[in-house]
């Protein structure tokens, strides 16, 4: 066997990977529909953890402030910011009753660590659900504590929200950013959706507190700067505790990264926790990555050696067919559909740069928290 013909089977066997990804479990999420859930207004707590956040909190603070819902308090946590995040929140505790204020003072043993002061937070939490988001976010709407909590019932105890990040026109950045989440979104939701949830983002998660209290929070991974949200969610999710919530209302956004160097480093802290995922979800992780890489590189190869073209082209554009169907249907859900149109381009460069963030990631330990 030639290496063109290694090349073609072994193209033939990537595209079948791929359309049982995309139908057996993509699928799953984007031809699922919302289920009506009754609102809850059982009592919530908002968790907020800010590290010098002083000028997103004046920004953001007031749309959780004036959520519409009966019953919650907000839970801000100063992680011992060196800007005015204090003074800002201590201003608006005076304002409304239900803020609580805890102030994190850097101690030797967990300096920098987000997860400690999570935890301090949760510990000074009234109430028994939780709804995480960060300081630079904002709900999109004035019924996200309404639409999370929601879902919450005798048995799911995890709720699995979406963050986005917000437009900017004309910047090829900003696409690849929100790519990137709009793909890792449809991953965590379909692999829920498949009785597989293996993660939830910060930006927008909610659990119980006895969740937290049963797994003994964080300590399994406390080690790590990283991993408050997702490796959370990949060691106490199962298929009976953890739901998804998908509805317009219940989504957050936050403030994108501007600069490619920013964003870069970002990625870097959250892809070196999923190393420590469990081994299904990293087999099964691993497989889509390199089936990705795979089918664009066997692709090229094919195409510029004209081998088989005519068998080619056609599994090329059955593939391209079903992943714009399966991803089109999934970002309009998500209100992302803007994000179509360049959809290989962005694809291939975010396979390259996550190739080269694994490649850095080997070299070195990315730099974490604030």
Request: glycine share 4%; hydrophobic share 45%; net charge positive.
């Amino acid at each position: 066997m030639g290496f063109l013909d290694f090349a073609f089977y072994g193209f033939v066997a990537v595209v079948i990977i791929q359309v049982v990804f995309y139908v057996f479990l993509f699928g799953k999420f984007a031809f699922s529909k919302q289920k009506k859930v009754t609102p809850k207004n059982i009592a919530i707590s908002v968790i907020i953890c800010a590290k010098n956040e002083a000028e997103n909190l004046k920004k953001f603070l007031p749309s959780i402030i004036e959520q519409d819902y009966p019953n919650f308090e907000i839970v801000l946590i100063n992680d011992s910011s060196k800007d005015d995040t204090l003074e800002v929140i201590h201003h608006f505790s005076k304002l409304h009753d239900n803020l609580k204020v805890v102030n994190v003072k850097s101690i030797e043993a967990f300096w920098g660590n987000k997860k400690y002061a999570l935890t301090l937070g949760i510990k000074a939490s009234n109430n028994d659900f939780l709804l995480f988001t960060d300081a630079d976010c904002k709900p999109v709407s004035k019924y996200w504590i309404k639409e999370m909590s929601a879902h919450f019932s005798n048995t799911k105890s995890i709720v699995l929200g979406y963050g986005a990040y917000s437009k900017i026109k004309n910047s090829i950045l900003n696409k690849l950013v929100r790519f990137e989440t709009l793909i890792t979104a449809i991953n965590y939701f379909s692999f829920a959706k498949s009785s597989l949830p293996y993660m939830g983002v910060g930006r927008n998660l909610a659990y119980t507190k006895k969740e937290f209290f049963d797994a003994n929070g964080f300590i399994n991974h406390i080690k790590l700067r990283s991993g408050d949200d997702d490796l959370f969610v990949n060691q106490i999710a199962t298929q009976n505790n953890t739901t998804i919530c998908f509805s317009k209302d219940s989504f957050t956004e936050s403030i994108p990264k501007t600069t490619f160097k920013g964003w870069f480093k970002q990625k870097r802290r959250h892809v070196s926790t999923a190393k420590h995922y469990k081994m299904k979800h990293k087999v099964l992780l691993t497989l889509l990555y390199i089936s990705n890489v795979l089918f664009w590189l066997f692709a090229i190869i094919l195409f510029v050696s004209l081998f088989k073209w005519q068998m080619v082209l056609g599994l090329f554009i059955f593939r391209i067919v079903l992943q714009y169907t399966i991803l089109g249907v999934s970002s309009k859900k998500l209100g992302e559909t803007d994000l179509l149109v360049s959809l290989p381009f962005l694809e291939i460069f975010l396979i390259i740069t996550q190739l080269t963030i694994f490649i850095n990631n080997l070299i070195s330990k990315p730099i974490h928290w604030k």
